[in-house]
């Protein structure tokens, strides 16, 4: 399985076009020692030739046209990108399905929650079934395995696995559809890979670390975690208020209670931090906060970076 990380960055990428963090501040400057960043997503292909993404971020479009794999093949109008899977509804998360709506078969993998809230709740996502086979909308349950297919239900050879892992939806989700849906179903890390080979483990969006979660990190060959936010009220002390990183569905990074410790005793996985928001201090490599991330054996996910599995 190939794996490409055409974005790592939190929602609003990085630099954010509201924010004058000294992060951002310091990219718009020029002076900045670090990598400019786009917003979260992954895509996996177990062939090099069919790809699926995981999310469908706001800068999708920036993100194929920078990827010679995911270009259309000549002479035809057809896209490599077979398909989707969706961890939640969170805008940085789905938006980009609205960008693939040309009209090219594509199949979306979600929880039928989420499913419920793009397509009952969204009516600008009916632009993906304009006519029939346009967008194939296919449910599944957390915790059991599904296997990834085309449009035409021919089976890649990639497996995905879903954990629970937030029970938050999105703000713009009204109260009484909230009231319907899976709490379960809110949030999920995605576990894919090969039937026979090793596992990419993708968790974007992690509010707590427990044993279970623990155990999946252990037992994935790379894992692709949350790492937002530095600190838990890193936004606060920036913005002057707000809410912290746990509040939003983020265990921060630093402190006792945060990722670096908690995760310190994982020896399997290959550790990467991904969905970075622009105000986390580990972005500069001039900076402690990035010295530590690194001795501590964790890398920093940027655009563009590519791996076998
Ligand atoms: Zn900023």
């Not at 509201?18 to 900045?32: E, K, Q």
């Not at 550790?271 to 906060?289: D, F, Q, R, S, W």
Request: negative net charge.
């Amino acid at each position: 399985m190939r794996v490409k990380i055409l974005g790592s960055a939190a929602g609003g990428g990085f630099p954010q076009w509201n924010c004058a963090c000294p992060n951002c501040r310091a990219v718009r400057a020029g002076t900045f020692r670090g990598k400019a960043r786009s917003q979260a997503q992954i895509a996996i292909s177990a062939d090099s030739r069919s790809w699926f993404l995981l999310g469908a971020s706001p800068d999708l479009r920036g993100q194929i046209e920078a990827t010679a794999e995911l270009h259309p093949r000549e002479g035809v109008r057809q896209s490599p990108i077979v398909g989707a899977v969706l961890a939640n509804a969170d805008v940085d998360h789905v938006l980009g399905l609205l960008l693939l709506r040309e009209l090219q078969p594509l199949r979306v993998y979600a929880a039928e929650s989420v499913r419920r809230i793009l397509t009952e709740d969204n009516s600008m996502f009916a632009m993906l079934q304009r006519v029939p086979a346009q967008v194939t909308w296919t449910s599944f349950p957390p915790r059991t395995e599904f296997s990834l297919q085309n449009p035409a239900g021919e089976d890649s050879g990639l497996r995905c696995r879903a954990l629970s892992l937030g029970t938050h939806y999105p703000a713009y989700v009204s109260a009484s559809r909230q009231d319907e849906l899976k709490l379960g179903e809110a949030s999920l890390g995605l576990i894919v890979g090969l039937s026979s080979g090793k596992r990419l483990a993708y968790m974007p969006a992690v509010p707590q670390i427990d044993e279970a979660l623990l155990k999946e990190s252990e037992a994935a060959d790379v894992l692709l975690f949350d790492g937002t936010f530095w600190s838990d009220d890193e936004l606060i002390r920036i913005q002057g208020s707000g809410q912290t990183a746990r509040q939003m569905g983020h265990v921060p990074v630093s402190s006792a209670e945060g990722s670096l410790v908690q995760l310190a005793g994982l020896h399997h996985p290959r550790k990467i931090y991904v969905h970075i928001n622009n105000t986390n201090p580990m972005l500069n490599e001039a900076g402690p906060e990035y010295r530590q991330v690194r001795e501590a054996g964790w890398e920093i996910a940027e655009d563009g970076w590519q791996f076998d599995l």
